[in-house]
Structures are given as C-alpha cells and as structure tokens.
C-alpha cells in the first residue's frame, strides 16, 4: 500500500505568478483534501474533491482551485500568487464514508516560497 | 476566529514521565476530535482520536481525554521516550456537506521528550 505523495518538494515562485502542485492519493483513497499551513499555524483547510469535483471549501479565494482526475490524483493551482501564499502545502487523501470522521492520510507537503 | 487552540506551543519532558498536551475547543458542534504528530519534512500522522460522546480513548502510551463542558481535550503520553518528540496537532472533524468532512487544527504543540 503506497501511501501519499506530493511534488515537488520545494517551490520557489515570484508575486504574480502561477504554480501546481501536485498529489498522489494513498492506494484505493478516492478523496483529496487540500491544506495550507503557513509558518507556526496548524494546517488550515482549502478544499476537498470527490469523483473529480471540488466538494467543500475553506476560507480561501478563488484564486486557489484545484482539479482531482479518474486516479483520484489531484493538483492544486493558485494564480496571482501573493507574499502571503507562502506555506507548506499539504494534500491528504482519505476513503469517504469509511469512518465518521473519514480519517486522513497526509503527505509530505510542498514548501512554496513567494518572493 | 481560532476555533481550535493549543495554548502551549512547547513542552519539554524528561525521558519516562508523563507528557501531557492541551486542546480547547470553541464549537460544541465537533463531534470528532483527533490528534496528529508531524515530524520535521513529513506530514501529519494520525496518532489517536475521539468521539465527543466518549470522555476517553486508550492506545497504548496514548490516551486521549474529553471534557465536553469545559470544551477541553488532552493527550497523555505515558511514559513518554525521546521518539516521541515532534509536533503535536489537535484537530476537529466538522461535517461539511454530504460525506465530507473537514479538519480544523491547533497551532500545534513541540513536544521534547529529554533523555
């Protein structure tokens, strides 16, 4: 059972470009959530996809959108980046109605540095 | 609007005793909470969690209690040992919509554990 994987590692962009960042699910998981966790916060939610549509937003603007597709693989697109979209980026992956909670599995994360 | 919060950003511990971590909680309408450990350039582990209709849940060296009316949690980890020492997160499931549900964190907790 591979467990998630995310890329890259690090990223280093300018203020006004775009960038994705990319996340494979863990083995037989069908939900993607994507979280940003910006230096000494815990990770705060952006959003969730299921069967390829977003389902569930945080308080996030539309800038950050994301896609799923048919693996359930996932990447997460943010535009116009800003100073402040500096964080690590965490994608975690889960199988919906598995549990009440639907426990989540988390990757490594992409360290995103906006200069 | 901090809805999970982790008052303690760091605790230090001698090898063997008990460490015990703190969570307060604002919204009385969490019914999942669970806790994850996050080593340096790996991404959050879930370590234990519990239903808001229990008071306690034991795995191990991890237990995890549940004050519903002072919206308090703890994590007790006994005895503890030096592989122990990372960053701990406090987090609640909210239900979103239709299957999905959502993770709030803390700010998160370093745990040293001294030998």
């Known amino acids: 059972e591979t467990g998630v994987t995310q890329s890259p590692t690090h990223l280093i962009k300018t203020r006004g470009q775009q960038v994705t960042l990319r996340c494979s699910s863990q083995?037989?998981?069908?939900?993607v959530s994507w979280y940003q966790q910006a230096l000494g916060q815990g990770p705060q939610f952006i959003f969730q996809?299921?069967?390829?549509?977003?389902?569930g937003r945080g308080n996030f603007p539309p800038r950050f959108s994301g896609l799923q597709f048919p693996n359930y693989s996932s990447e997460l697109n943010v535009n116009a980046l800003e100073l402040d979209d500096s964080a690590l980026y965490l994608c975690a992956s889960s199988l919906r109605y598995r549990s009440l909670y639907n426990e989540q599995f988390f990757g490594p994360g992409t360290r995103l540095t906006v200069l | 609007d901090q809805q999970v919060k982790q008052n303690s950003p760091s605790l230090s511990v001698q090898e063997g005793r008990i460490s015990i971590l703190n969570c307060d909680y604002t919204?009385?309408?969490?019914?999942?909470f669970l806790w994850y450990k996050k080593y340096p350039a790996e991404g959050p582990t879930f370590l234990i969690s519990?239903?808001?209709?229990?008071d306690k849940n034991e795995d191990g060296r991890f237990t995890v209690f549940l004050n519903k009316s002072a919206k308090h949690l703890s994590l007790h980890i006994v005895p503890s040992q030096p592989g122990d020492s990372a960053v701990y997160f406090c987090a609640a499931s909210v239900y979103v919509s239709s299957g999905t549900y959502k993770y709030i964190f803390g700010t998160g907790t370093r745990l040293k554990v001294l030998a």
């Open positions: 996809y299921y069967r390829e549509e977003e389902n």
């Open positions: 919204n009385s309408m969490f019914d999942y």
């Open positions: 083995s037989g998981h069908n939900t």
């Open positions: 519990i239903s808001s209709i229990k």
